[in-house]
């Protein structure tokens, strides 16, 4: 017989937003099969000032291929995750033709931060449509959940080669990728993804394929996810497609959109974004922004300065040499070209307050400083003073901490209350050298919970749960309740917190990253009844086992 697990005398927080309440829960396979007073167990855990919640849904991750190499797909695993929805932005690596491989991962390198190298080492290059890739991926198994998006920037490349950038796709190629979003559905895609935000261009400098679909495509390719009855439209907005073109586009192709991302500007250009979306989803429009509590903030170095490269001219850079970008940078007439650029709205203008040296290893004094402090001292221009700091470093790794968005708590606040938005944005498994925002869970109920009360426990819980379960219909997640599947997390409400930020060297082929796997207050997590995680460590038979499964959406 299975044998039960009893977690007792918890703060039973069901994802819900109904108020907490004290109780047993007993798990039995996996499944939750009682919830109430003075229970039984086989095993039993006792979760005495503790909260007992439903595993934590991350919908924007990008572990499409740490998957492989990592199926604990940390550090999420460390923060309450039990499901993560992967493929955001169109980023994929399927359907990929074995011809295509070496782009997939230069496209990855230069848009997701991600070693090519460590992808060439580390995916398991068994697939070539994404049927076959989501079959790969439940062959090897993972520790959490996995569901997937089939992206189209994937997609274009398949279907049109080289020419997926550089023009609108013909009516043929329209249908053959509709019949490939269709057939992806039918596998079990959590639906379809893309990208028209400035910030992603590809291994040549240019924006990424998707940037360069028409309306007809995006329509037609949306529209095979709203007829297949199921799934979810990833959008990552741009000029292609705003967030007020959602609200046209939804009624249309019948399924719902969220929406990447609605964060907090420093000309509040949020406020009015949100008016947008109350007056579409007051008419019926099923369009969920991605709101995050975290600060949009980038450490990046000058050889590959991924927020510079919005500007066409920093973006000529990309394919080239590193002796030929330390020129470039040396040059007056190039630095001219590129502030005309900015004057002109080309690319994200930098806040240059928001700069930061981390690490100089010619000026080790200046680290920790703003490069606005720094100009004022020496009478420098900030941007010129970036150049020279790169142009002292070897191999210009000057590497700075750049803000882009979302740091305006009060503006934050009022994101992460609005109606009809959602949690989103993590990017775990992305950035990988730039950012670690997988911590989001614990940085919302330790920050934005308990030490600054913009949400309670129960809403924050029903944000990171069951609004996510239901957005995508996982059916029997998102709830504690009876005959749910036992996803669950255990935490002190009192103490977790993200932990810290450390940079490390584990992926294959020695690529570095970016990681946050101690966090504070995080004591169990359950996957399909299976125990992943307890007091910050990985439970050796989960590892053996890897619970975790394949979760397609269900018929809307």
């Not at 990728?177 to 590809?202: D, K, N």
């Not at 239901?470 to 997640?477: C, E, H, K, M, Q």
Request: with cysteine.
């Amino acid at each position: 017989m299975t044998k039960t697990t009893l977690i007792k005398n918890g703060l039973i927080v069901d994802g819900t937003g109904a108020h907490g309440y004290l109780a047993d829960v007993v798990v039995e396979g996996d499944r939750i099969v009682a919830i109430g007073h003075n229970l039984a167990g086989d095993v039993v855990i006792d979760a005495r000032g503790r909260v007992v919640a439903p595993g934590f849904i991350d919908i924007h991750t990008h572990y499409d291929a740490q998957v492989f190499w990592d199926p604990a797909l940390t550090p999420s695993c460390y923060h309450g995750v039990t499901t993560v929805v992967a493929g955001n932005c169109g980023f994929t690596i399927a359907p990929t033709r074995p011809a295509d491989r070496e782009l997939i991962a230069r496209t990855m390198e230069k848009v997701e931060d991600m070693d090519p190298a460590t992808l060439n080492e580390g995916i398991a290059w068994e697939f070539e449509s994404f049927p076959e890739y989501l079959q790969t991926v439940e062959r090897h198994g993972s520790l959490l959940n996995f569901a997937a998006y089939i992206g189209h920037t994937a997609l274009r490349i398949y279907a049109m080669g080289t020419e997926s950038v550089g023009r609108a796709a013909t009516s043929d190629e329209i249908k053959s990728m509709a019949l490939l979003v269709t057939q992806a559905m039918e596998a079990g895609a959590a639906g379809f993804a893309t990208s028209f935000a400035i910030t992603h261009r590809g291994a040549d400098g240019q924006p990424i394929p998707s940037r360069w679909a028409a309306s007809e495509e995006i329509e037609a390719l949306c529209k095979a996810v709203g007829d297949s009855g199921r799934g979810v439209i990833g959008v990552n907005g741009g000029t292609n497609l705003s967030l007020a073109d959602c609200y046209e586009l939804q009624p249309k192709v019948g399924a719902p959109i969220t929406y990447t991302a609605l964060l907090t500007t420093s000309e509040g250009h949020h406020l009015k974004s949100l008016e947008v979306h109350l007056a579409g989803i007051a008419k019926g429009a099923e369009v969920w922004p991605q709101v995050s509590c975290r600060p949009l903030a980038f450490s990046m170095t000058l050889v590959e300065p991924f927020t510079l490269n919005t500007s066409p001219v920093f973006a000529e850079l990309m394919p080239l040499s590193l002796e030929e970008r330390r020129a470039a940078y040396a040059s007056q007439e190039w630095r001219d070209r590129v502030r005309v650029g900015w004057q002109n709205k080309q690319g994200l203008v930098p806040r240059w307050d928001s700069y930061e040296i981390m690490e100089a290893s010619a000026s080790p004094d200046l680290i920790g400083q703003r490069l606005t402090d720094i100009a004022a001292k020496s009478g420098s221009d900030p941007f010129d003073l970036l150049l020279e700091l790169a142009l002292c470093e070897p191999d210009l790794q000057l590497r700075v901490k750049a803000m882009l968005a979302n740091d305006d708590p009060d503006g934050v606040a009022i994101l992460l209350n609005a109606k009809g938005c959602t949690l989103g944005l993590s990017d775990a498994g992305a950035h990988i050298g730039q950012l670690c925002d997988a911590v989001l869970p614990t940085d919302l109920l330790g920050t934005w919970v308990r030490e600054k009360k913009v949400l309670t426990l129960e809403e924050a819980i029903h944000k990171l749960t069951q609004v996510q379960a239901d957005l995508f219909s996982f059916t029997d997640r998102g709830v504690l309740r009876v005959g749910a599947i036992a996803d669950i997390v255990v935490f002190d409400a009192a103490t977790v917190a993200p932990g810290p930020v450390r940079r490390v060297a584990d992926f294959p082929a020695g690529g570095e990253r970016l990681t946050a796997d101690q966090p504070t207050g995080m004591h169990h997590l359950f996957v399909n009844g299976v125990e992943v995680q307890r007091d910050g460590q990985l439970v050796q038979s989960a590892l053996d086992s890897l619970p975790g499964r394949h979760v397609s959406p269900s018929k809307r």
